[in-house]
């Protein structure tokens, strides 16, 4: 049983960054990370490939976020930067499948981080 261990979130002003880190990965496996608002469902927001030498992101966070990974340390990190209000959410990683730039299957899921940006 893999069991994936968010951390990083917080409260921060608009146009602030935060920095999540999602602990016990596997590096034979995609991973990627997304989020929850209230009321809404669940949506992408980035994924790395194994290796680290693919990236994809939601249009939504594109030129804002960065994903990473380390493998050597079994860890996953989604830098924030220039945070907006609407990026209020539980943000939550996963383990699962890339094929091409599409995420397709998640394995295991996180227990998710809560990010709060205040306007």
């Known amino acids: 049983q893999v069991q994936l261990v968010e951390s990083g979130g917080g409260l921060v002003q608009a146009g602030g960054s935060l920095r999540l880190s999602c602990g016990r990965t596997?590096?034979?496996?995609?991973m990627a990370w997304f989020r929850q608002a209230p009321g809404k469902e669940r949506e992408f927001v980035a994924a790395?490939?194994?290796?680290?030498?693919?990236?994809f992101y939601a249009d939504s966070v594109k030129g804002r976020f960065t994903i990473s990974r380390d493998n050597a340390k079994n860890t996953m990190y989604l830098q924030m930067n220039s945070l907006k209000p609407e990026d209020t959410a539980v943000y939550y990683c996963?383990?699962?499948?890339?094929?091409?730039?599409?995420?397709?299957?998640?394995?295991?899921w996180g227990q998710g981080t809560q990010v709060t940006v205040s306007s």
């Open positions: 596997a590096d034979i496996y995609a």
């Open positions: 790395i490939n194994w290796s680290g030498t693919n990236t």
């Open positions: 996963a383990q699962g499948r890339l094929r091409g730039n599409t995420w397709t299957n998640t394995d295991y």
